[in-house]
């Protein structure tokens, strides 16, 4: 069965770094998101992606955040500079069509020392 | 705003019915969501109900829609160990298709 897969599965990264999570979604699958879970709080939408442009981002989603898909197989989400409150698990779903059901990936797990 | 709302744990014996709760407040959402979390693992799909419908029953699993009331329930019969998990609630946002989530109900099965 087709399944959304996530890279790395655990980051650790210094306060002010850079870091790209990286996702392949399921490969007919052309609507992409990202989601993060604080731990103990909601899991949160952060940004959809279609058609190599944001259909809608969240407010967490600021000017550090960004997305890419850099080829046909991979969804990238990028921070730019990390802070503490950046840590959280990140998970990155896709959709056949939107809306549509969302299947997610195993999520990374990041980590802002 | 949207919002989602459930229990945060419930504990049940291994062959009983396990109950668990979600409120929402959008009520154009279209659909309605039960995911499943083990430990360590990602969010997993359970099932789904259209707002158009009242019940859905897959397996052992039947989930209840009351849209007058936005409370939505997944049931589980003749629970397992297996099933320990976080079960998470989620709708689907009615102007795009962001999920939104509740906090997820701690279900633990005692044998």
């Known amino acids: 069965e087709p399944e959304v897969t996530q890279t790395p599965s655990h980051q650790v990264t210094q306060m002010g770094q850079e870091v790209i999570l990286r996702c392949v979604p399921i490969?007919?699958?052309?609507?992409f998101y990202w989601y993060r879970q604080i731990l103990g709080q909601k899991v949160e939408f952060l940004v959809s992606?279609?058609?190599?442009?944001?259909?809608?981002k969240s407010e967490i989603f600021d000017d550090q955040f960004s997305v890419e898909r850099p080829d046909g197989s991979n969804f990238t989400l990028k921070i730019r500079s990390t802070k503490l409150e950046d840590s959280a698990m990140y998970f990155c779903?896709?959709?056949?069509?939107?809306?549509?059901?969302?299947?997610f990936g195993p999520g990374t797990r990041l980590t802002v020392l | 705003g949207e919002d989602v709302e459930q229990s945060l744990f419930l504990s049940v014996r291994e062959g009983d019915s396990s109950v668990i709760n979600c409120t929402y407040t959008?009520?154009?959402?279209?659909?309605l969501y039960w995911y499943k979390q083990e430990p360590g693992a990602g969010l997993q799909l359970l099932t789904y109900i259209f707002s158009n419908m009242d019940m859905k029953q897959d397996q052992r699993l039947t989930v209840l829609l009351n849209k007058k009331d936005k409370h939505l329930s997944l049931r589980i019969a003749d629970t397992q160990t297996g099933d320990s998990a976080i079960y998470f609630c989620?709708?689907?946002?009615?102007?795009?298709?962001?999920?939104?989530f509740g906090q997820g109900t701690e279900l633990s099965v005692k044998p």
């Open positions: 490969s007919n699958h052309l609507y």
């Open positions: 779903a896709s959709s056949e069509v939107m809306p549509d059901t969302q299947y």
């Open positions: 959008d009520s154009s959402s279209t659909y």
């Open positions: 989620a709708e689907r946002d009615s102007q795009g298709g962001k999920l939104i």
């Open positions: 992606f279609y058609n190599n442009e944001i259909s809608e």
